[in-house]
């Protein structure tokens, strides 16, 4: 089955891996890049917050581990909302778990006119390695390759052009930086689709900055699956124990291919994360 079960324990391991990423992320902010854009990660107790009133993008206003590992409380959520309407950010995201504690956190949410509208479905797996009988080769012409500095400049630029984003002197920051490796698929020597992978000290892979949206902004998942098999090789081969990734186009039958792709890489679905937004 690709749905499996996890403990509350181990789906605060798994986001809060998230939120090692995009910390290391944000540490690499180039200094006069996220002055201009008013980039911002912080901390309120134990829970990681995205700040940035200058671009209104999910990811970068967001609560992103609330309930998880330690139980919530109104008073945090109203502290959390307070900073963000301080900062001038009206529009913000909480991502809610089903392992979110307390149970009625995601009333807590309501009662202050968050609706849940929409999430993506958690992916995982474990080191195992990849089935040789679910390998794919790619098409002639196309080919994965790992981002350099050579080609950094035009990896980033492909995915600011992609979501109309101004955000290359971040993504070059992060190029050949520990811990990162980003991938793209050529075809025709032309970039076509790209993915990220940061890997953490305890061997937890995450997966991230993902351009097209496969399902989303591409209405082919093939090339993201031929992305996401070289990363799971690549992976293992750096020692990754541990793969966390999303669809960020779910359906609740889990009947688009990108389910069944992932199942041939060998992940499974933990968990719904859903988008409480305002």
């Not at 181990?10 to 008013?38: C, G, H, K, R, S």
């Not at 963000?84 to 995201?93: D, L, P, S, V």
Request: charged content about 20%; glycine content about 8%; overall charge negative.
């Amino acid at each position: 089955m690709f749905t499996e079960d996890v403990s509350p324990t181990f789906a605060a391991q798994i986001e809060n891996e998230e939120v090692t990423a995009w910390q290391d992320m944000y540490d690499a902010l180039p200094a006069d890049f996220a002055n201009q854009f008013q980039l911002k990660m912080m901390r309120v107790q134990n829970v990681a917050l995205t700040l940035c009133p200058a671009i209104p993008f999910v990811h970068f206003n967001a609560v992103k581990n609330f309930g998880m590992g330690e139980p919530a409380s109104e008073a945090l959520r109203d502290d959390i909302c307070t900073i963000y309407r301080e900062a001038g950010i009206h529009h913000f995201t909480f991502y809610h778990m089903p392992h979110c504690q307390p149970p009625e956190l995601s009333g807590w949410l309501k009662s202050r006119g968050f609706q849940a509208q929409g999430g993506w479905d958690r992916i995982y797996r474990d080191s195992q390695p990849l089935n040789a009988g679910n390998l794919i080769k790619p098409t002639d012409g196309q080919r994965v390759e790992k981002v350099t500095l050579a080609t950094a400049p035009e990896w980033a630029g492909y995915i600011d052009a992609t979501y109309g984003l101004p955000t290359s002197p971040w993504l070059l920051a992060t190029v050949e930086r520990p811990g990162w490796h980003h991938y793209m698929l050529r075809q025709g020597g032309q970039i076509v689709a790209v993915r990220s992978m940061f890997i953490n000290a305890a061997g937890w892979a995450w997966w991230g900055i993902e351009a097209p949206v496969p399902g989303i902004m591409a209405p082919s998942f093939d090339l993201d699956r031929q992305l996401c098999q070289a990363m799971v090789q690549d992976g293992l081969k750096l020692g990754a124990q541990h793969f966390v990734a999303d669809i960020e186009a779910p359906t609740p039958a889990m009947d688009t291919p990108a389910y069944h792709h992932f199942a041939e890489l060998g992940f499974k679905r933990p968990y719904f994360r859903t988008h409480y937004n305002c």
